[in-house]
């Protein structure tokens, strides 16, 4: 039970609420996403996945967890690894298709990115892969790229991979919730979730100082799974005005990280695919073929 002498409720918000002893759920609960929460899994209708040509079926979104997965196909095609090819499905979460039962089926936990493989290692029946970070140790290791054989190097990356999974709530969930998508500006959440991604951003900083790239000279699945969070932050394309609000130009040595990776041709593609919002040019809704960038980005559908 609440301390209420600790805990005035004349101070709450709203004024006078308690916590009551079991929560229950009343309405949507406000907020952008409010029409698609709700307190229980599963499907909520039946939707059979399309599949495509290509080994690898990614059904995702433009979203920071999205673009990990994509950089990471356009990074390993650029390699060489011709093998990589995949197509990229939408789903609009804001319309709930992560609730389809085809997709629950593939990611219980109804969240992009989800893939199939159907060409995994070995032979046999398609690999199911869901969590963003999960997907990318998958391919980095299928594929023997971008992920460090040496002990120390690896696990660096993976220390850094890790860190991403768990700090990253902190932005999204917590900063850019309170900070855009909450139904009212409360203070306290979103001096709370502030100062929390400064740190982060703090820590960030300090260790490239001193590090080209997560794991050190190499260029790694770390680096793919930080950048769409912490690099979209630092180049003002996050949550509105979030970068002047957090000072992110003063982060020079994420800064200098940031740019470092724009300027590499499978992360710009990567940050294309399954994108709906922003420039036309820089969305590319779906991705089937190579030569999609180049003919079906938005703009280009826009002026057919």
Known sequence: MTDTTKFPPENNLPTGYQPPKIWKQEGEGGGTFASINR??????????????????????????????????FEELLEAGHADAEYDAWLIDIGKG????????????????????????????????????????????????????????????AMNWLFWQMGSAPFLGGGFGHFYVYAP???KYAIDRYAMEVKRQMDVLDRHLADHEYMAGAEYTIADMAIWPWYGRLAAHDAY???????????????????????????????????KTSGEPSRQLHERHDASDFQNRTQDKIAGA
């Open 39 to 72: 307190p229980v899994a599963g499907p909520t209708h039946d939707r059979e996945l399309p599949i495509g040509k290509h080994p690898h079926q990614l059904y995702s979104l433009g979203t920071p967890n999205g673009v990990k997965v994509t950089i990471m």
């Open 97 to 156: 298709d992560q609730f389809g039962s085809g997709f629950v089926g593939v990611n219980p936990n109804s969240k992009i990115p989800a893939l199939m493989d159907h060409a995994p290692r070995g032979g046999g029946d398609p690999v199911r892969l869901f969590e963003s970070g999960s997907i990318l140790v998958y391919l980095a290791e299928k594929f023997g790229a971008f992920l460090p054989t040496d002990l120390r190097t690896r696990t660096e």
């Open 184 to 186: 009212m500006k409360i």
């Open 240 to 274: 509105e005005d979030a970068g002047a609000f957090l000072e992110v130009d003063g982060y020079t040595n994420v800064q200098r990280w940031t740019k470092q990776i724009n300027q590499r041709p499978g992360a710009r593609r990567g940050s294309m695919v399954n």
